[in-house]
């Protein structure tokens, strides 16, 4: 039986969406001792895709939930994070990762996303998280007590709130905000394939390599504690350009990396070919929260990867709202209860501008990343003259998540071409 088709049954907060942001909201409020029910569309909770890179201001969160050494114990930290030309292989910059730790207090490590994926969905189920699959979501209203969602069978569940955490694609963001996404032109293909079927392609297993190139990157790092090798190919589509709808296809793939160096073009036949990401964002919104309809992770605020923040920003989402929550549990009277529009004004408040920077930042990583011609040149000068201990670039992201705005750092200081 559906325990939400009991009044006894019914949960504090309803998330709609199993991925890492779903889950990982779910695990934060389910730990302030909230009744939390997760809605998942698939028959089984689970992750696509390969690897995920989560620099400190994630494993920081990931310690406080006493999750840290699982994701120790099943990803790799990796010993420097080496920028490359794509095209002559020389290196243009790096980040010392241990150093990095001992600046940011936690490490920057990469793991494999069904791993992560896995640990959360572990925690929740030992915290008391009630974990639904073949449940999809299709409609939200606002109510005099939450809000309740309509799902595809045709019944109704209703909570005090409800967290949309369905994705890039969400149903409540087309019907809460109705903006459409936004086509880079880009696409992505993954592989990771075992360790030994790359070690004389002339890579680096401790490190996380990033070849930038003209209209085109590659990315390479070890995961499961060595044994496995990951690889993510990132190039623009001629096609999307020509306005086609078929595009990025593996014959483009082959063709965007043919002038790369070796290690790069050797990297490229391992690429799966059965299945692509093409690279979708939207712009910016200001609102996330509509009644006691809060938006959450990429239904908020679906980044272009290029800063590797995406699900690391959806983490965050739900370690704030869970602190204000847990703000507003400790103020409140035995008659009221918490006051939940107080903690969603908070969220809303400081996760929005937070999100926008790194959305927008990405965005211009990408053009930074695949510039041409002169513009590559004086690019690759300006990183060859950057300092690997300059950490002004990463204090923004990478220090301790900001609660209210006050707390939130100042940008970087864009450098010029
Ligand atoms: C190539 C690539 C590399 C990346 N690398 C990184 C990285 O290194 N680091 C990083 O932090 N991020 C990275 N990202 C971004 C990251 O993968 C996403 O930002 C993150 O997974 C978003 O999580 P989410 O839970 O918000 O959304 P999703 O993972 O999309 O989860 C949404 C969930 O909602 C479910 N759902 C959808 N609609 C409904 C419905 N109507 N009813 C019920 N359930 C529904 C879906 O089935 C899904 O399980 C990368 C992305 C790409 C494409």
């Known amino acids: 039986m559906n325990p939400g088709s009991t009044p006894a049954g019914r949960p504090d907060v309803l998330v709609v969406g199993g991925g890492i942001g779903g889950l990982s909201a779910a695990l934060a409020l389910g730990r302030q001792g909230l009744r939390v029910r997760v809605l998942e569309r698939a028959k089984e909770f689970g992750e696509v895709g390969a690897g995920l890179q989560i620099a400190p201001n994630c494993t920081r969160i990931l310690a406080e939930y006493g999750l840290l050494e699982e994701a120790r114990a099943l990803g790799v930290v990796p010993q420097n994070m080496v920028m490359r030309d794509a095209l002559d292989s020389r290196e243009l910059t790096r980040l010392d990762l241990r ?16 791993d992560l994926h896995g640990i959360f969905l572990r925690a929740c189920a030992r915290a008391g998280v009630e974990l639904l699959t073949d449940h999809t979501v299709s409609g939200y209203d606002n109510t005099a007590e939450g809000a309740l969602i309509r799902l595809a069978d045709g019944s109704a569940q209703e909570a005090p709130l409800v967290i949309a955490a369905d994705g890039l694609h969400s149903v409540a963001r087309r019907r809460l905000v109705g903006d459409a996404v936004v086509s880079s032109g880009y696409v992505a293909y993954r592989a990771a394939v075992p360790i030994e079927q790359v070690r004389d392609n002339g890579i680096a ?16 790092y070890a995961l499961r504690g060595g044994d496995m090798f ?7 589509s001629p096609k999307a350009r020509a306005g086609r709808a078929d595009w990025g296809t593996p014959d483009e793939l082959d063709a965007a990396f043919e002038a790369t160096c070796d290690t790069v073009r050797k990297g490229i ?8 990401w093409q690279m979708l964002d939207r712009d910016p919104v200001a609102t996330w929260v509509h009644g006691r309809i809060a ?6 605020h679906p980044p272009l990867q290029y800063m590797a923040q995406g699900a690391i920003m959806a983490i965050e989402d739900g370690w704030v709202l869970a602190r204000h929550y847990a703000r507003q549990a400790g103020a ?22 937070h999100c926008r920077r790194v959305q927008t930042t990405a965005r211009a990583w990408g053009e930074l990343w695949h510039l041409d011609g002169e513009r590559r040149l004086r690019r690759n000068a300006i990183m060859r003259a950057r300092d690997t201990y ?13 609660l ?14």
Not at 295 to 300: E, F, M, Q, S, T
Not at 332 to 353: F, I, K, N
Not at 405 to 415: G, V
């Open 269 to 276: 036949p391992l690429m799966w070919r059965d299945r692509w």
């Open 295 to 300: 938006l959450l992770g990429d239904a908020a």
């Open 404 to 417: 209210t705005p006050a707390e939130e750092p100042p940008m970087f200081t864009p450098i010029p071409l």
């Open 205 to 220: 297993e401790k490190d996380v390599t990033v070849y930038i190139g003209p209209r085109c990157h590659f990315v390479q």
């Open 230 to 236: 990951n690889q993510v190919a990132v190039f623009e």
């Open 332 to 353: 409140a009277c035995a008659e009221s209860g918490p006051d939940w529009q107080a903690a969603l004004t908070a969220y809303e408040a400081v996760r929005t501008e």
């Open 99 to 114: 150093d990095l730790e001992r600046r940011y207090g936690f490490p920057y490590m990469v793991i494999h996303r069904s």
């Open 390 to 402: 300059d950490y002004s670039f990463t204090d923004w992201v990478y220090g301790p998540t900001a």
